[in-house]
Structure formats: C-alpha cells, structure tokens
C-alpha cells in the first residue's frame, strides 16, 4: 500500500509517482505554476456496442473505495493493454481493466478496476474500481443460491471477457462503465 492506494499486482517496478504538495501562490501570480496539480491518468471506457440479437442485460455498477482488499482476492484476471500514443514515448500512456474476484467464506464480490500505465509501462496507478451487482445480476438471470462460483473465463476485448457462474457462461461488454451488458454465452460448456 502506497499512498492510502492500492499498488496493481503487475507493477514489477515500484515508480509510482510521489504525492504533491499543495502550492502556495506567490505573491506576484494570481496562482503559480506549482499550484496546478497533476492531473491523475484516466481511461478512457469504448462505445458500449449492444447485441441486440442476443438480448443483453444492462446491470449496474457501484463505486467501491480502493480500500485494502487484496488478501481477499481468489482470482485477479488483466485484460489487454490499451495504448494512446502521446506526442513523443515519453508521454504516450496505457490502460487497462481488471477483474479482482474477492472470496469471504463462501460468498463472491466482484470488482471491475481501471489501472492506466505510464511511459513504456511503468507508474501503474489503481484508478476506478467498481463493484459489479452480483445479487443483480443472479436475480437477471434467474440464477437462485449463494453469490459464489464467479471465475473468469477468458478475455474477448479490453473490455470484455467471459466468464461462469452456477455452470452457466456469461459474457460481460463496457467492463469502464457505470452499467455494464452481460449476456448469457447459448450452449457454451464452461472452461475447466
């Protein structure tokens, strides 16, 4: 934990970048240069293209504090990097989306987390994260019983993937939006 954040698993090297102090004005400038502060990296969510044809389901999405979750994640699942390219590779950044799995006793949270990227991968920063409506979603889907068995299955997009649960297999389109479409995958066997 560095800065009361979470640090992503796939940060290799530790460059977050330091916290800044609030500037004071000079007395010559209205605000001075320091004042301005960095403004934190975010991703940016692609259209959420529908399939009508196989009759999504629009479920929401709740904010959730990057509170100190880790040592209850069963699965943590990274979707492709994407990359903006900046005016030179020293400003170009990426991002990408996770699904951290949380397991207590028996019963499933699921996060949807944005992490962008620095220079040629570096300074991984945990930005939004989003708690998935599990009990939503199973009440959809007509999927009675207990919020667990959640495993994803493999990933589609940058912001999508497939996944199970209670042996059915969904997939999930928009993972960087406030409400996501989920649709159930006809006549698939989950993954094993």
Request: with cysteine; proline share 8%.
């Amino acid at each position: 934990m560095r800065n009361g954040r979470l640090l992503p698993l796939l940060a290799l090297v530790a460059c977050a970048p330091k916290p800044h102090a609030p500037a004071r004005p000079n007395s010559t400038d209205s605000v001075s240069a320091a004042a301005v502060a960095r403004k934190p990296r975010q991703c940016v969510a692609p259209p959420l293209h529908l399939d009508r044809a196989a009759a999504p389901h629009l479920i929401g999405t709740r904010p959730r504090a990057a509170a100190d979750y880790y040592p209850w994640i069963t699965q943590l699942s990274t979707g492709q990097i994407t990359w903006s390219e900046g005016a030179s590779e020293e400003t170009s950044s990426g991002c990408l989306y996770r699904v951290a799995v949380l397991t207590s006793e028996i019963y499933n949270t699921v996060l949807l987390e944005e992490v962008t990227l620095g220079p040629e991968g570096c300074c991984a920063e945990l930005g939004k994260v989003r708690e998935f409506n599990l009990q939503a979603f199973a009440d959809t889907f007509d999927l009675p019983g207990e919020l667990s068995g959640f495993e994803v299955s493999r990933w589609s997009a940058p912001d999508a993937f497939e996944f199970t649960y209670h042996e059915r297999q969904f997939r999930m389109d928009g993972v960087g939006r406030d409400t996501v479409a989920v649709y159930e995958v006809p006549d698939a066997k989950p993954q094993s």
